[in-house]
């Protein structure tokens, strides 16, 4: 073929908030939702990343959240210090609830891939539970369970946006743009240059509350 005219890709830059209007943001929100969106901007989590959550995935002590994400892949991240306490009492909360539901004659959870037919007690066990359980139950149509989904997206969207809204800031800021941390490859290249960074990040600013940044300190965190 000759002559072939390719398109031309359309170059979207992404919103950027300064430092100041993250603490904002987050300021406006409390509890459970608070702790998911300190996640997504301290951690550099995905929002589905950040709803699918099981307990085993995050080691408090070591402050590290480790998953199994695109193509297979193992992908860790750090948590930042200040979410590390409220979500250890938060996994309080949820094992009390997990152990009534269990007493109910509930408690098991939707497990990925085959892992439920080799190991079949797997979906009662703690470690496989959500750790942003969803308020209600429903009934797995193939079993005829009662399991709690992980809490759903949008209720993270939504508390996001009313929060940038009662904030005042006017910028179109989401939680679904992929924030970069400091030892993240994102962080790296927005450090590095002068391309926007994306929602939740300041470019060349590192908060040791809001970041998580792993010691000793990388030279671009510093």
Known sequence: MEGVVRAKRRLHLPVVLTREEVRTVLRQLQGVKWMMASLLYGAGLRLLECCRLRVKDVDLDKRDRRSRWEGGKDRVTLLPVR?????????????????ADLASGAGSVELPWAIERKYPRAPWKWGWQWIFPATRF???????????????????????????????????????TPSPVCDTSAGRRLRHSDHP??????????????????????????
């Open 197 to 222: 960074g994306v929602t939740w990040s300041q470019r060349c600013e590192h908060d040791d509350g809001l970041h998580a940044c792993s010691e000793p300190r990388w030279p671009w965190c510093s």
């Open 83 to 99: 979410v590390v306490e409220p979500v250890r009492a938060h996994l309080g909360v949820v094992r009390r609830q997990h152990e």
């Open 138 to 176: 429903y009934v797995h149509p193939a079993t005829g369970r009662k399991r709690r989904h992980h809490l759903h997206e949008s209720v993270l969207q939504k508390a996001v946006r009313e929060s940038v809204l009662r904030a005042g800031i006017a910028k179109p800021a989401t939680c679904l």
